[in-house]
């Protein structure tokens, strides 16, 4: 039986996840694992890994202090940036990652808010969050800087975000 572990990133970690993303296509540079690193040392994000029988399978977010105008303002913690590796999927590792995301939440807030893309490439996500509960905030697809309006033509690409929040219990 396949054994799910999370556990918080660590120093050595950030090579050998964008290893695994480059095996699988995806350009995630070292870099950023670095400074997700550095950010949780300061105590601006927690980044949760999971691994598969002792092998990287995925990583998620929370961010203390989200850039999102509306959680910002309404203090509500951002999960951000969950990937589990494509030949890890449908095994229950993204809700595992999930779960212990709500988890470190919940420690100090009772809603969690995400963003989501919205094309079909966020699908899988998409499907996912709404099963775990999560609602749009009702304001509307966010790009950059603004809300984007009734006329406003735009190139949906992943900067074009639709946010959702659960009430954690």
Do not use: C
């Amino acid at each position: 039986m396949n054994s799910v572990h999370i556990r918080l990133l660590d120093r050595q970690d950030p090579p050998v996840i964008a290893q695994a993303f480059q095996e699988q296509g995806w350009y995630k540079p070292s870099k950023l694992y670095e400074r997700y690193w550095e950010e949780q040392q300061n105590g601006e994000r927690v980044t949760l890994i999971a691994e598969l029988d002792g092998q990287f399978a995925g990583y998620v977010n929370v961010i203390w202090t989200s850039d999102y105008p509306s959680f910002l303002e309404q203090g509500i913690p951002e999960i951000s940036d969950f990937n589990v590796l494509m030949k890890h999927q449908r095994r229950g590792i993204g809700s595992a990652l999930m779960d212990r995301a709500e988890q470190v939440v919940k420690e100090r807030s009772d809603v969690a808010g995400l963003g989501v893309g919205v094309y079909a490439d966020y699908g899988k996500a998409q499907v996912l969050y709404a099963h775990r509960g999560y609602i749009p905030d009702g304001r509307g697809l966010y790009r950059h800087d603004h809300y984007l309006q009734p006329g406003e033509e735009t190139v949906i690409d992943d900067d074009v975000v639709l946010y959702l929040t659960k009430k954690l219990v």
